[in-house]
DNA sequence: TTGTAAGCGTTATCAT
DNA sequence: ATGATAACGCTTACAA
């Protein structure tokens, strides 16, 4: 198959030039005569010229694209983060390569070659092993890790979890629930270890005994359902739920009203994350809302930042989260939305 | 900054053969004597030599990777899309770019751009001109439409339309509603246009006099709500609306709460597309469920087989669509789910 | 200010 | 079966 762009020798004949000349103009060199930069121009408009990427990549030993690692794409919380940074880098002119990991095995090696195609990548959660991170940043590959804690020189990305942890759980104790359970898995991803920690750390600040063990559960609505139905068959019933994230929590509600429990009345239930359903849910639920935009976002500005200046120090951002009222956690009136 | 990877040089060097003999080797060629090929695939793991992608890239005339372009990622609907499409390519060995429109100006040159380091493209919806999607197609690089009406030789792939919006009109005059109306923009997009019409088709055809107007309305809850709002504040009150989506069904179901009208007592509402809100709103929302994630696989396979063949007539695919039928199109008894 | 030429790291076509 | 070597199309010293 002929090739049908035009080269950069074409457009040096044309305009009479050497390509290195075509190449300077093309590059926005201030040394060029403007009056041999009009006649490459034109060259360069007449023939619909665009450099060749490949060859620009190898020559100029730079792929103005970056990554994003991601687990699975479902739910909203990836593709708003993942929306945030493909608008940002975007704009900035770099190409956006995504890449699931699906709790592959393979995971690991396709993101190496990912690595291999970029100039920087952000990846999300536990989506690959800390010495593949450490690799590429061996290989002189910027990271940025999105919700997860650092590794190496990687830079980090996250949203406050620990302080509205404990808001959220001082709100419930405040509104006298004493039986307090969290619904999710602590080991199974960073950010729900710290949801818990600052879980742990309200309970035992209040001085009411012993917190409960938490109650495994994965994060979606049928998870929470299995897990709180779980909880509510056996052993003392709780009287506040503190989910990992909302899904879990609606299915907690579902469990709850299974069972013939009113919640808030017999058990509060909180979620996490503000996903639409919180708000259209019965009851509303008191959730913490992140911003998933802006983390995608923070996270392309960090990761270009660091291609662009070399910068070798590892920067970590937080990012606030906001406390998120409706009624599953207690007797309010009925807000049908917050506004802070 | 030094190259950290080793190039196909070194391998050659060290395993004391030619570059043209480790390429082989590499690209698996039969021509390889097993002694040699065993010392070069040593060399090779010793180094840990991966081939340049822009070198290979470059000599090659090819890419390795796709893109997906949109216009939005905010919602399920793209999400889901996106990943359906990205799992099946990723596992093909394709790497796979993102680009949202925004609904931007700069949209045509974008993709333009993004087309120059890409094998093939998909473009969803009407997210870049016909003239662009031309321009790429006569280029030589394959394009597959999503969810829009056929452009010159591109591929398409489209959920089914037409049928099940006749379906559910059917379902609602059979259940006495008289007065339906559709809410959305049959110009927006093409999806829009072909529900409105198989919606106009089934009204016609049940005799029951002219068909009312479209009433416009953006994509989102907010519009939705303002436009049942609108059209329930003036002129005689519809009582069915047929709604593009569920999230204007959604507004439409907060405006009929709003002005005091039960649902489906007073009024009939349905959507489309079964977004997980559908199920839980209440009363549950009569839908219509899109294959998403099969939308993008089938976008896929038929990009990578296009690349891989040459093949050069379009194809087009037309997914099934089913109807879920929930409690807010009539008097059922309150199913939490639909099993077919 | 502009041109020459040496890479960049492959693949693929010849020879041998 | 293997080795030279010419593309591939650009960037970037270095010269002029």
Chains 1, 2 share one sequence.
Not at 84 to 96: L, R, T, W
Not at 199 to 218: D, L, T, W
Not at 222 to 232: E, I, M, N, P, S
Request: aromatic residues 4%; proline residues 6%; contains cysteine.
């Amino acid at each position: 198959m002929p090739r049908t762009t035009s080269t950069i020798y074409q457009v040096a004949r044309r305009a009479g030039v050497s390509i290195a000349t075509v190449s300077r103009v093309q590059a926005g060199h201030e040394t060029v005569t403007p009056a041999t930069r009009e006649r490459v121009r034109r060259a360069i408009d007449e023939l619909d010229y665009r450099p060749s990427r490949s060859a620009r990549q190898l020559a100029g030993q730079r792929h103005d694209a970056t990554g994003v690692v991601f687990p699975d794409l479902s739910g909203p919380y990836y593709s708003e983060v993942i929306l945030g940074y493909e608008e940002k880098a975007s704009v900035e002119g770099q190409g956006v390569f995504i890449l699931g990991t699906h709790g592959r095995a393979q995971a690991n090696l396709r993101v190496a070659e990912l690595a291999d195609r970029v100039d920087g990548l952000v990846v999300m959660g536990r989506t690959v092993d800390d010495a593949v991170v450490e690799r590429m940043l061996g290989a002189g590959i910027p990271v940025v890790m999105l919700a997860r804690p650092p590794v190496a020189a990687a830079d980090t990305v996250r949203a406050e979890n620990d302080a509205s942890a404990r808001a959220l759980t001082a709100h419930l104790l405040e509104h006298g629930y004493r039986r307090l359970v969290f619904l999710g898995d602590p080991m199974g991803s960073p950010d729900v270890s710290e949801r818990h920690a600052g879980f742990m750390a309200a309970v035992r600040a209040a001085g009411i005994g012993a917190p409960e063990p938490p109650v495994a559960s994965g994060f979606r609505e049928a998870d929470g359902y299995r897990a709180a139905l779980h909880l509510f068959d056996t052993g003392a019933p709780p009287d506040a739920l503190v989910a990992a994230n909302d899904e879990i929590a609606i299915g907690a509600l579902r469990a709850a009203r299974a069972r013939g429990l009113a919640v808030p009345g017999d058990l509060a239930i909180t979620g996490w994350d503000d996903i639409s359903l919180a708000e259209h849910v019965r009851p509303g639920l008191t959730t913490v809302r992140q911003p998933l935009r802006a983390l995608g976002a923070t996270a392309a500005g960090l990761l270009m930042e660091r291609i662009g200046s070399h910068r070798t120090e590892p920067r970590h951002v937080l990012l606030p989260t906001a406390l998120v009222v409706r009624t599953s956690c207690g007797t309010h009136a009925d807000q049908e939305e917050q506004r802070p």
